[in-house]
């Protein structure tokens, strides 16, 4: 199978700084009064050297390098602002230069194009491309009229020109012949589980309308936990094998994880790594303790729109009918455009520190087990979040404001003597149930064994 760099014909355009017809011109942020003289003409030179490849004029490795050079500054400004407010040029620039990298990459396992200078059969370009594509899709979201449409197709033919070369897994025999399972939801808590003290109603395939009455209920709705409504999902059953979680996802796709076991601690940071290094390094080794290492940091995708960035994955759930009510008007409340879906998957002793979510939540569990705490709004002022001290730095508000302070199992009571006092309510809750957690409920989250989660806003 050959390199084809026009996937849909779409990829000429892009040759030539073009977008779909659906995109007016006037949409286009790239240019030379946003992104600078430099900038400019190097990804229009960059433009120009894809056509010349593609005519035989010049080598892809030329256009390996541009493409390069306007990734690596592009990536500059990324972080040069706060995520929110990075400007819609420096966003767009980086998705184009990272396309072009990609398709360059490719280009060089084509015979006729490629230079000679790799010694693989060009597996090895092609899973730096397809990281070059990941790179686009959590770093700048595809940013772009038509771009993200390019990014889907350069990934399906890049992985299908992969695919059948290599182990999912490469140490899959290895877990087979120690007797480790690749089985998830499977280990036992070594610790003992919380006692339920103030448990959680549950309620089995409640109606839409029983639905929509709780959650436009006059007290503002309390947390429950519906069962029976995932069973039907394929992700119920595909997703206990790690090896089944790692190919219909790709395991040479790059995915964002936290290391630390929450983002409130001082050392806790973010990388990005391949699925397959996320599983064998934070999944398997974490739970079977290959290293021996008890302090191993905890490694977590946590809160990211893996189903957008994967579209494979999507296909083993649906967004749940809960998620269609209408939610009453309330202070801050402002509902998104459409449901917004994120994955949390990780190993025993992740930990979501008390906080609030901006919208209504729907949790589903599809595999392992997660003790949650939850918290009534009327419990702010016992929970101590960030920037409620006197002397705050504004930082702290505008990062941590929604979190509270407190180790919600082991307190400081001392430091937060009014948290005794707060009132709650908790659950264990298992594969095949989901979670309401109304606008504005602090909740607490630690999973007690591998986990596999979907959030739903609405």
């Not at 999902?233 to 790709?250: F, H, N, Q, S």
């Not at 974490?286 to 302090?295: I, L, M, N, V, Y």
Request: charged share 20%.
């Amino acid at each position: 199978m050959h390199f084809d760099p026009s996937p849909g014909g779409c990829l000429l355009s892009l040759a030539h700084g073009t977008h779909s017809h659906s995109h007016s011109v006037n949409n286009i942020e790239i240019t030379r009064a946003n992104c600078g003289h430099a900038p400019f003409c190097r990804l229009v030179e960059a433009r120009r050297l894809l056509t010349t490849v593609l005519c035989g004029s010049s080598t892809a490795r030329t256009l390996v390098d541009q493409s390069d050079v306007l990734v690596d500054y592009s990536r500059d400004m990324l972080h040069s602002f706060p995520y929110r407010d990075v400007p819609p040029c420096w966003r767009e620039l980086y998705t184009d230069a990272g396309i072009l990298k990609a398709l360059a990459l490719g280009l060089l396992t084509v015979p006729g194009i490629a230079d000679g200078s790799s010694n693989d059969d060009g597996t090895g370009l092609l899973k730096q491309a397809l990281l070059a594509c990941d790179s686009v899709l959590v770093m700048s979201g595809s940013s772009g009229p038509g771009r993200k449409a390019i990014v889907y197709e350069l990934i399906d033919l890049i992985e299908t020109m992969i695919e059948g070369r290599q182990e999912v897994l490469p140490s899959a025999q290895k877990r087979a012949k120690s007797g480790v399972s690749v089985q998830l939801g499977e280990e036992v808590d070594q610790k003992p589980l919380p006692e339920i003290r103030y448990p959680i109603p549950r309620l089995h395939l409640p109606s839409l309308d029983t639905f929509q009455q709780h959650v436009n209920s006059t007290s503002s709705g309390t947390p429950i936990i519906i069962t029976g409504a995932i069973d039907h999902w394929p992700a119920r059953e595909r997703w206990t094998d790690l090896d089944t979680i790692c190919r219909t996802a790709g395991p040479d796709r790059l995915v964002p994880i936290e290391i630390g076991s929450k983002y409130t601690d001082e050392e806790w940071t973010q990388k990005l790594v391949t699925m397959r290094e996320f599983i064998e390094q934070y999944i398997v080794g974490h739970s079977c303790g290959e290293t021996g290492d008890e302090h191993k940091p905890v490694g977590y995708l946590a809160q990211h729109d893996l189903f957008d960035q994967i579209p494979r994955l999507r296909r083993d759930i649906d967004i749940p009918d809960y998620c269609m009510v209408g939610p009453r008007e309330q202070d801050g409340y402002q509902p998104p455009d459409d449901v917004l879906l994120n994955a949390w998957f990780g190993p025993r002793g992740t930990v979501s520190p008390m906080h609030t979510d901006p919208y209504h939540n729907l949790l589903a569990q599809v595999v392992g087990k997660k003790y949650i705490r939850l918290y009534a709004p009327k419990e702010t002022a016992k929970l101590y979040c960030y920037g409620s001290d006197e002397g705050s730095q504004a930082e702290e508000v505008n990062m941590l404001g929604n979190t509270s302070q407190v180790d919600v199992e082991h307190p400081d009571l001392n430091q937060h003597p009014l948290f005794a006092e707060a009132e709650y309510v908790e659950a264990i809750l298992g594969p095949g149930e989901i979670l309401y957690i109304p606008f504005q409920w602090w909740h607490y989250i630690r999973s007690l064994s591998t986990s596999f989660s979907v959030s739903f806003w609405f």
